[in-house]
């Protein structure tokens, strides 16, 4: 690891003048909250600073609730988001989400900013000794024609396949979050979630939008119709501390006749970013819940997918893990005693 400066800023504002005196400077500097990301990137060189800024002290630690939604400070822990009473009760699908990722250890020091801003596990980026377009633009990308197991098969392009990791993020989508952030010079902005991840194509290094030290301060997440039900499903290859193969995020409101009043519809472990399944969503919105609906859904959401040499069964994965999903969102109006008439439609 090479030599760092280390400043701890105490408010945001001393935080982002330390980022444009670093711009300004020609020196690479880098946020610190957590630290479960920042720090193993560092100390395997794939991350090389030469100063890091602690923000770790500086609020935007608080979860409030409003009539409306949720707003969650950038710096509150994983751990302490999951476990938000008003979080599992209203917003339940963020914490199934957060609780299947990582470990007990990780989300407690994980933050919620941090998490939406991790970088890939990709073993490519994380060997410093492969070509990585991400690492060094232009350089190649070794997964390209390397074991492309865990890679993504939607949002890919020429310059990279890696997969984004979270699974909190994959909930926020379907949530229809919104990130607000805070640029350098004061001014502030807010960005729907879904508008917030960018796709490879040429620029693989630029991962969402924010621009150089720019500072995210919370994010809101507006609650759900107060009829809707929802799930988070993750598949992967076991049960506790490892990354999602295939998870989907299922968001449905169902009328008593059978007939889907709304769905939204996530999907993670298959794309280069938190995917929104939009044409799943158009096919089941209007339609009467049943499991062969489902399935035209799930060919639909992954009706784009590009796969490699050994991540196919990937496609088949997630569909059967969106179709398991929407099974269990249904089943739970089946339980309120909605549309008795199609119970035998959905096993």
């Known amino acids: 690891m090479k030599p760092f400066q280390y400043v701890r800023a105490t408010d945001e504002e001393s935080a982002s003048r330390e980022m444009a005196r670093s711009a300004s400077d020609g020196r690479v500097a880098s946020f610190l909250a957590g630290g479960t990301t920042v720090l193993d990137l560092m100390k395997i060189n794939v991350m090389s600073p030469d100063k890091i800024i602690d923000i770790g002290r500086i609020g935007l630690d608080q979860i409030d609730t409003f009539d409306r939604g949720v707003r969650i400070g950038a710096n509150v822990r994983n751990a302490d988001l999951a ?42 980026f994380r060997d410093d000794t492969a070509a990585c377009n991400k690492r060094v633009l232009g350089s190649g990308c ?33 949530l229809n979050a919104v990130v607000h952030s805070r640029a350098t010079d004061g001014s502030e902005r807010k960005t729907p979630f879904g508008e917030f991840y960018c796709l490879p194509e040429k620029t693989p290094e630029r991962e969402n939008i924010l621009k150089p030290g720019e ?15 929802s799930h988070y499903l993750k598949v992967r290859d076991r049960a ?25 519809v996530g999907l993670g472990g298959v794309a280069t970013k938190p995917w929104r399944a939009t044409e799943a ?46 099974e269990t ?19």
């Open 83 to 124: 476990f938000n009473p008003e979080i599992q009760s209203r917003l339940p699908l963020l914490s199934e989400a957060l609780l299947s990722g990582a470990s007990a250890q990780i989300r407690q020091m994980a933050t919620t900013a941090g998490n939406a801003l991790q970088k890939t596990r990709c073993s490519y």
């Open 142 to 174: 070794s997964a390209l024609n390397g074991f492309d197991r865990s890679m993504a098969v939607l949002g890919t392009s020429d310059s990279c396949i890696a997969t984004h990791p979270s699974d909190m993020c994959v909930a926020l989508i379907a």
């Open 215 to 229: 500072i995210i301060r919370h994010l809101f997440v507006p609650f759900l119709p107060s009829r809707a039900k």
């Open 281 to 326: 969503e158009r096919c089941l919105t209007g339609q009467i819940a049943s499991t062969d609906l489902f399935e035209r859904a799930a060919e639909l959401a992954m009706g784009t997918a590009v796969p490699g040499r050994f991540n196919k069964f990937k496609i088949e994965l997630a569909q059967r893990t969106l179709v398991s999903a929407l």
């Open 240 to 264: 506790s501390y490892e990354f999602a193969l295939a998870s989907a995020a299922v968001v449905l409101d169902i009328h008593d006749s059978g007939v889907i009043q709304e769905a939204r």
């Open 329 to 347: 969102v249904a089943g739970q109006f089946q339980q309120s005693g909605w549309g008795s008439d199609q119970k035998d439609k959905i096993a």
